[in-house]
């Protein structure tokens, strides 16, 4: 095919596209990029062809990409063929036997209350009863609404922690469709499959209907049967002494706790709040320059409390107001970090795994002896342990929360990605909500008793040893990269790392002990695991590394940290020089 010929074809669908295109804005910008082509800019015609380098593709975690016109692009067109999708899927699955239900919800992303809106009245349309959330919340109280209104399914409009120019559609299914274990999560394999099948993406968009009326608005600022506070009534409520009701100590103890928290420019600053205050913590101290939702983002990179310096401006807060604990979420408030002061070295952000533990640790005691604790194959292996030191059962699972909150008889679950499930009963996800407000009131307790996060983990390293984890992350520009990568890793695996022995090498994607996956497990004769698998989300191969090291004495704490630290950083090295050759 010539060239010219190439870019003819490229234009006549852009121009097609644009026809059809509902919106006038990413309409305007398909037809100046195209007119760019025309004028020969080698850069505009490296985006047209990536923006119609093929459909979105819809997964597991539904969509997700930035916004802008071409199929390869969240925006309305996309949008509304993937609604009419699921309302066939919904319409199907009834078979005229019931009246299928959803619950539509959306953060302050741009474009999203707008793409909430279109999936309302298409799925109307389409016999859906639909009900849409009154404002920008957390996809926790989506979650949440799902089971407590028995609905069929929920759409939360979210890019979660990505880029300001990234918008995504998270899908969950229950009531009539989904049940058991599974009731109120995120869609798996292969329901994923079964949606994609019925969206349309050449489906004229004038044929897709979409109602003018006839979806419900569920109440909300304040207004009798407010679902925000309908959530917080229930989560709240999570917040007992364990084993009986609250105490008078206990509310002193909350009272007494300083926080910092930081929403991250997010839609859980108003939540969290409310939730703190219910539950009795009255000294929070919320960033200013990040307490109002704000789709740019400004003070932050990437709004992902992970992130370099991402929390910096709530840690100077916390330092200046003598804070004991700080609390972020990212921007639709689904994860949760912690930050607090450590004796000797000052003030630091909890690892993903950290919190886990200390949340897993609080939790043990009083779980049920049928319970169950889960976390993915790539968060740490001590919550294992501290599960069967309460006599507890532990369930290791794919990455990804679709999976943790499947586990049987779960009553905790986390993943290191800074992911909490601490009421999977009210939510089937990861809700940064209700795991901010349990860590907050695990801190006040340890407070009251003169302890605090820095001592429980010397504590937990005592009796189950000293984990340390570390991550190391590949970014590329080309995907098609991450497969030779992880290729190279298969065909030739390194037969040891930091002078450990390799003793386990499992490649994942056999799916010996776990559905299959695109990931490699190395174990070393000291107990040292990696796990080296494509990102879900993002454009990178991620290696998350863990070390044990035995513990007799905690005086012996300080050295085999550092001696930790150190073959940490010596496995980065050596894969990351392989990762590059």
């Known amino acids: 095919m010539s060239q010219n010929l190439h870019h003819t074809e490229l234009l006549d669908r852009a121009a ?41 593709a819809f997964g597991t975690a539904g969509l997700r990409a930035e916004l802008g016109a071409g199929p390869n692009r969240m925006n309305s067109m996309v949008v509304r063929r993937t609604a009419a999708g699921i309302g066939r899927f919904l319409v199907e699955r009834a078979a005229g036997s019931y009246v299928p239900s959803a619950v539509v919800g959306f953060d302050a992303r741009h474009n999203s209350d707008k793409f909430a809106r279109e999936s309302a009245a298409i799925l109307t349309a389409a016999g859906v009863r639909v ?53 109120g999560a995120q869609i798996v394999t292969p329901t994923d499959a079964q949606i994609a099948a019925l969206i349309d993406h050449d489906e004229p968009i004038d044929a897709i209907t979409l109602a003018e009326s006839g979806w419900d608005v569920l109440p909300g600022g304040g207004e009798a049967g407010d679902i925000e506070a309908a959530y917080l009534s229930k989560v709240t409520a999570l917040l007992t002494a364990p084993g009986g009701e609250a105490t008078a100590d206990l509310d002193a103890a909350r009272a007494g706790l300083k926080i910092v928290l930081t929403p991250m420019h997010g839609v859980g600053g108003h939540t969290m709040s409310q939730g703190f205050a219910a539950s009795g913590f009255t000294r929070v101290a919320i960033v200013p320059e990040q307490e109002h939702p704000d789709p740019e983002f400004p003070t932050v990179a990437f709004p992902n409390p992970e992130e ?54 609080r939790l043990a005691p009083a779980a049920d002896p049928t319970s169950v604790f889960a976390n993915s194959i790539v968060s740490s292996r001590m919550l294992a342990s501290i599960a069967a030191a309460s006599g507890l059962k532990h369930e290791q699972t794919l ?13 905790f679950g986390y ?8 009421a999977p009963d009210l939510v089937r996800d990861k ?43 590949v970014r590329v520009k080309d995907l098609g990269l991450l497969g030779t990568m992880m290729d190279a890793l298969r065909g030739t695996p390194p037969q040891s790392l930091a002078g450990e022995a390799i003793v386990e090498f ?62 940490l950083e010596s496995i980065k090295h050596e894969l990351l020089l392989m990762l590059r050759a």
Request: charged share 20%; proline share 7%; with cysteine.
């Open 16 to 56: 097609a596209w644009a026809d059809q295109d509902p919106d006038a804005q990413t309409q305007a910008q398909l037809r100046g990029l195209c007119w760019r082509v025309r004028a020969g800019e080698a850069e505009a015609l490296e985006e047209l062809e990536d923006r119609f380098a093929g459909n979105l």
């Open 131 to 183: 009900s849409l959330m009154p404002l920008p919340l957390p996809t926790p109280v989506l979650a949440w609404a799902v089971r407590a209104l028995d609905a069929e399914a929920g759409i939360m409009v979210t890019a979660s922690h990505n880029p300001p120019a990234d918008n995504g559609y998270k899908v969950y299914l229950g009531g009539r469709v989904e049940s058991g274990w599974g009731r």
């Open 308 to 361: 370099p310096g991402a929390i910096d401006l709530a840690v100077e807060l916390a330092k200046e107001t003598g804070a004991d604990l700080v609390i972020a979420n990212d921007p639709d408030a689904d994860r949760c970090a912690g930050a607090v002061e450590f004796p000797g070295t000052g003030w630091r952000m909890l690892r993903g795994d950290e919190v886990g533990w200390l949340l897993g640790a």
């Open 399 to 411: 990455t990804g929360f679709k999976w943790i909150s499947r586990a049987p008889h779960l009553a």
């Open 415 to 422: 993943e290191e990605a800074l992911g909490y499930c601490v």
């Open 431 to 473: 809700d940064g909500i209700s795991a901010a407000l349990l860590l907050a009131e695990y801190a006040a307790e340890l407070k009251a008793a003169g302890s605090g996060f820095p001592q429980v983990l010397d504590q937990l390293a005592l009796a189950h040893g000293l984990h340390q984890t570390d991550q190391l992350s």
């Open 506 to 567: 499992e490649d994942l994607g056999l799916g010996a002990h776990l559905p299959p996956t695109d990931g490699l497990l190395f174990l070393t004769d000291a107990g040292t695991r990696v796990i080296v698998r494509p990102s879900g989300t993002e454009p990178k191969l991620k290696c998350y590394l863990e070390v044990i090291a035995p513990v007799a004495d905690a005086a012996d704490l300080p050295v085999l940290r550092t001696a930790g630290r150190v073959r």
